[in-house]
Nanobody, 125 residues
Framework: QVQLVESGGGLVQAGGSLRLSCAASGGTKSNYIMGWFRQAPGKEREFVATITQSDSTYYEESVKGRFTVARDNAKNTVYLQMNSLKPEDTAVYYC???????????????????WGQGTQVTVSS
């Protein structure tokens, strides 16, 4: 059983930056694909980024060039560096993990077995 705890959310002005962290326990994080999703009020949870067991990264189109996902296996932590934030990035951000190896980009909610509780990111205009 893997437990995920996100941190680092907050309120930031448009154009600013935040770094989210996801601390994992109960498993060897390098064996898991780690994803980030977000959910804005009244909307479906959507894929943001993922990093595979081999450290390949994939991003949702609207965050490419602004967000970076990375992992620190020694700390069992995955990060989401968010730059040039926009008001439309406002959402609850969730960390997710899954132990399977995918032959496509795992960007659907059901692709991930373990989820964190989420951290709020609010970007003011």
């Amino acid at each position: 059983q893997v437990q995920l705890v996100e941190s680092g959310g907050g309120l930031v002005q448009a154009g600013g930056s935040l770094r989210l962290s996801c601390a994992a326990s109960g498993g060897t994080k390098s064996n898991y694909i780690m994803g980030w999703f977000r959910q804005a009020p009244g909307k479906e949870r959507e894929f943001v980024a993922t990093i595979t067991q081999s450290d390949s990264t994939y991003y949702e189109e609207s965050v490419k060039g602004r967000f970076t996902v990375a992992r620190d296996n020694a700390k069992n932590t995955v990060y989401l560096q968010m730059n040039s934030l926009k008001p439309e990035d406002t959402a609850v951000y969730y960390c997710a993990a899954d132990g399977r190896r995918w032959f496509r980009i795992p960007k659907y909610r059901n692709d991930y077995e373990y989820w964190g509780q989420g951290t709020q990111v609010t970007v003011s205009s």
